[in-house]
């Protein structure tokens, strides 16, 4: 269940100021770890729709379409994470290569990431 006053101050700020990206994005993980993945999926849209060079909300919405079932859509966030901030994307890339791989195994796909961590 999503907590109420964080939702309710992060529904007032969009109200506010339907343009600010954060808002959203903050909404979004909010729904996230609470399991509405549609209400996640939709605000991370907006987030990028907003500020379409937010490499963290790539990546979240990646992990968003990987619980919904959609690995290819997840690799296409994940890569475009890492082309926008390989600094940053690439501390969160490995879990979504990992959650990738663990969807569709490959040869010795669990080794290399196991090395990983």
Do not use: W
Not at 3 to 31: C, V
Not at 34 to 63: C, E
Not at 97 to 110: A, E, K, N, S
């Amino acid at each position: 269940m999503t907590s109420i006053a964080p939702l309710t101050d992060l529904n007032e700020a969009i109200r506010l100021d339907p343009g600010y990206a954060l808002a959203y994005f903050s909404r979004g993980e909010l729904y996230k770890s609470n399991g509405d993945v549609t209400h996640a999926m939709s605000d991370m849209n907006d987030t990028l729709r907003l500020d379409p060079n937010y490499a963290v909300a790539y990546f979240i919405r990646g992990q968003i379409s990987y619980l919904l079932g959609n690995a290819p859509a997840a690799l296409e966030d994940f890569t475009k994470a890492i082309k926008l901030d390989a600094n940053e994307a690439t501390t969160y890339f490995k879990p979504g290569r990992r959650l990738l791989c663990h969807r569709r195994p490959q040869p010795g796909c669990d080794r290399r990431f196991q090395e990983g961590y």
